[in-house]
């Protein structure tokens, strides 16, 4: 009997495997693929104070072993969002983290003043870090200070009940000075990674490929930068949940974040190949670590941070 | 639960058989009784280049024809084109073959329930899910006309069973290498001016889509598109696959071609506007 069950801040998930905001639209697109209810939670796709277009297409070009997009937050609005995806979320029994993502730092303390008074919710994700705004000086997890702002504004406006977690971007010179930053500005957990920047260049025009130019490289190909960006953060940082994510496409992707730090896991661009990836990931999961004799998720969360005189001397010869 | 992919589930189905067709394979997959939720204008999305592909995405085909009674039981055909890294190791499976797919997925061709007259217009392999539309309409008393186009001879989709459920196939080249030199689109506006058509049911590239809607606007013929834009997921969780599309009230906004589509009212898609993001939000 594995315990699968796990905790960011206060809030307890039978499972550690998430859908990754973005990735999972408000759940209703996977319901007829899998049980919402056997998973963690559902994190729903980061939503803003107002209905967005997003960026124009073409929005996706495929990459080894990943993929690069550029929808640019297109949502129904907080208002939408919180009348109709949210209560039927509630409705199939699923838990819930909701993503916010703001323009402004007023943007984000007014979407985490509508959440505050929703019910059914688990957690609140902050996403600072979506690569895909028109601005780059907007994506306020590349700036300390902006970071630490967005997450005090929202703290403080939300009260101390629902747990925040910060959702940073892989592409600064120094994570672990930023996620200190909105950890001590009042964030209970940390989501890592976002995607990675990049562009895919057509040959046919001989143009960037993508009609926002850049986007978000996500898969198995940014997979150990997930890897380094939880184990050096969970290094510095032993006692913040972290919420990894990063090219997790089976339960072996899973618990490697796991051992990096991670309390828990989410499930993105592997959902696009396979609706159903996150049931089988947590199959996998849940074998893997029978096999290595773990009775819980808990016990193996950092596991890679133990030191070297605890490595059983039988792997050495 | 939802509505959205409700009919759809994901299986393991068995390549039956696959043949080149000129510049084309069709292939044939068991898919047992799945064949009983698909529609004319339904699309698969299959898993590509096996077990360890650095291929992460599905490819989405249209279903060109499905049939319940074959000798293996429910089959589905596709028409596939390798042009592509995936379309080219799905052309290389051979007969027993397994394939990852998950369908039937996207809206499907409306099916008028009085006999009409109705045109098909196919751009290259657009044509594929045309010919199980033709055998429903036929079956349903209409007329079925059928025109097919593409910039030269190879690249037209046209077997000899196919022509069993039209009752006019016209073929339009570019080169003039196959049938009559021009572009498909080009008898279009004779045929509406003389009232011999009710319903356009169109597949194939954009560019066509879009003159097309463009031919029927302000005439009383329905246009009903397949479109094509690219996509990741296939099953709406993704929205990369978007198209600005006006509701009833005129108001724009980017629609999925996955669970919205492929199949769309063409009045109702902003083709000035795809490629680029409506000014404002309603």
């Given at each position: 009997m594995i315990d699968l069950s796990t905790t960011l801040g206060n809030a307890w998930f039978p499972s550690p495997l998430f859908t990754a905001s973005g990735c999972a639209s408000s759940g209703k697109e996977l319901a007829q693929f899998i049980?919402?209810?056997?998973?963690?939670a559902v994190v729903t796709k980061s939503v803003m104070s107002k209905p967005r277009h997003g960026r124009?297409?073409?929005?996706i070009a495929e990459t080894p072993s990943g993929m690069i997009n550029?929808?640019?937050?297109q949502g129904p609005g907080i208002d939408q969002f919180l009348a109709q995806d949210l209560p039927w979320l509630v409705s199939q029994k699923a838990r819930v983290i909701v993503s916010i993502a703001g323009e402004t730092v007023e943007e984000y303390a007014t979407l985490a003043r509508k959440v505050r008074?929703?019910?059914?919710?688990?957690a609140l994700e902050v996403?600072?870090?979506?690569?895909?705004?028109?601005?780059?000086?907007?994506?306020?997890?590349?700036d300390p200070d902006a970071s630490r702002r967005v997450i005090d504004g929202v703290r403080k406006t939300l009260g101390g009940e629902l747990p925040i977690i910060a959702k940073l971007s892989p592409?600064?010179?120094?994570l672990v000075s930023i996620a200190k930053g909105v950890v001590d500005a009042g964030a209970d957990g940390l989501a890592l990674i976002n995607t990675v920047l990049s562009m895919v260049i057509n040959l046919?025009?001989?143009?960037?490929?993508l009609g926002a130019k850049t986007g978000g490289l996500s898969g198995p190909a940014i997979r150990p930068i997930a890897v380094r960006a939880i184990y050096q953060v969970h290094e510095a940082l032993p006692t913040v949940p972290i919420l990894g994510m990063g090219g997790v496409a089976t339960g072996r992707d899973a618990l490697e974040l796991i051992l990096a730090g991670a309390k828990g896991v989410s499930v993105g661009t592997a959902s696009f190949g396979d609706p159903a990836a996150i049931i089988s990931i947590q199959n996998e999961l849940k074998e893997l670590l029978k096999v290595r004799e773990f009775t819980s998720v808990a016990q193996a969360?950092?596991?890679?941070?133990?030191?070297?005189?605890?490595?059983?001397?039988r792997h050495e010869q | 639960m939802s509505p959205i992919n409700k009919f759809s589930g994901r299986m393991i189905a068995t390549v039956v058989s696959n043949k080149r067709v000129g510049q084309y394979h069709q292939i044939l997959l068991n898919v047992g009784e799945m064949v009983n939720n698909c529609k004319p204008g339904n699309f698969v999305a299959i898993k590509v280049g096996?077990?360890?592909?650095?291929?992460?995405l599905r490819r989405a085909f249209a279903i060109s024809r499905v049939s319940l009674t074959g000798p293996y039981g429910g089959s589905m055909e596709l028409i596939v084109a390798p042009f592509g890294q995936g379309s080219k190791w799905l052309c290389s499976q051979d007969e027993g073959s397994e394939i990852d797919l998950i369908a039937p997925l996207g809206t499907a061709f409306g099916i008028p329930t009085q006999p009409v007259r109705a045109l098909l217009v196919g751009g290259g392999y657009g044509s594929a899910p045309l010919f199980g539309l033709a055998e429903v309409l036929k079956n349903r008393g209409c007329r079925v006309d059928m025109y097919l186009g593409a910039?030269?001879?190879?690249?037209i989709y046209a077997p000899m069973e196919g022509?069993?459920?039209?009752n006019v196939l016209r073929i339009y080249t570019e080169d003039g290498?196959?049938?009559?030199?021009?572009?498909?689109?080009?008898?279009i506006p004779t045929l509406i001016a003389d009232g011999l058509v009710d319903v356009i049911y169109s597949c194939g590239p954009m560019p066509m889509l879009r003159a097309i809607s463009e031919i029927v606007a302000g005439s009383d013929v329905v246009h009903q598109c397949a479109v094509e834009e690219s996509m990741a997921?296939?099953?709406?969780?993704?929205?990369?696959?978007?198209l600005p599309v006006a509701d009833a009230d005129g108001n724009v906004s980017m629609r999925r071609s996955c669970i919205d589509g492929?199949?769309?009212?063409?009045?109702?898609?902003a083709w000035d506007l795809v490629g680029k993001v409506p000014e404002v939000f309603p």
């Open positions: 049980d919402l209810r056997e998973i963690g124009p297409t073409p929005r550029s929808i640019g937050l008074s929703a019910p059914g919710i688990s996403n600072i870090s979506c690569p895909n705004v028109e601005n780059r000086g907007l994506v306020f997890a590349c592409d600064v010179t120094d046919e025009t001989m143009r960037p490929h969360v950092g596991y890679a941070h133990r030191p070297v005189e605890d490595i059983d001397t | 096996g077990e360890n592909a650095k291929m992460i910039s030269t001879g190879g690249k022509k069993r459920s039209v290498s196959m049938g009559e030199r021009g572009r498909v689109t080009e008898p997921c296939g099953v709406g969780i993704c929205m990369t696959c978007v492929p199949v769309m009212d063409g009045a109702n898609v």
